[in-house]
């Protein structure tokens, strides 16, 4: 019998403690490289794309079989933030809010997630936060329930 093989997609996205514009463009780059490299080295997820907004970030990821979503993420957001504090990019605390979005993504849908995350800032400039949150919500028959900042 061959070697058991997985190949799911997650679609995850989270944003910044009560939506503060925290990510500011002068390092925006550096936290996107940062989460990568923390993602495929010690995690062990292949990144597909991140990209996002000064309030949110949304990531495209392969899911190491051996690991939890919900670990995942809280790893990538607890290391993350500790990484933006410790480097001191911001004058005021960083921190992501607890909760996150994540769904599977088909493979053959894949690159069309891609196109849609990395164009995350042209979207945003007539579409808010909880709108998009809205619209994948009911793209993926999620319940949405607005919950406090």
């Known amino acids: 019998m061959p070697a058991s093989l997985t190949k799911i997609w997650i679609h995850a996205f989270f944003s910044t403690k009560d939506r503060m514009p925290?990510?500011?463009?002068?390092?925006?780059?550096?936290?996107?490289?940062?989460?990568?490299?923390?993602?495929?080295?010690?995690?062990?997820?292949?990144?597909?794309?991140?990209?996002?907004?000064?309030?949110?970030?949304?990531?495209?990821?392969?899911?190491?079989?051996?690991?939890?979503?919900?670990?995942?993420?809280?790893?990538?957001?607890?290391e993350s933030s500790h990484w933006v504090n410790s480097n001191d990019f911001i004058d005021s605390k960083f921190a992501w809010q607890k909760a996150y979005t994540a769904v599977s993504v088909a493979n053959s849908l894949a690159k069309e997630v891609e196109r849609y995350i990395d164009r995350q800032k042209e979207y945003h400039q007539s579409l808010t936060f909880l709108e998009e949150h809205q619209r994948i919500f009911r793209l993926h028959e999620l319940q949405f329930r607005l919950s406090p900042p």
Do not use: W, Y
């Open 22 to 78: 925290l990510i500011d463009a002068a390092f925006e780059s550096e936290l996107h490289t940062h989460i990568r490299q923390h993602l495929e080295n010690d995690l062990h997820c292949f990144l597909q794309t991140i990209n996002g907004t000064p309030d949110h970030l949304h990531m495209l990821f392969l899911l190491n079989p051996n690991c939890a979503v919900k670990d995942i993420l809280k790893n990538i957001k607890g």
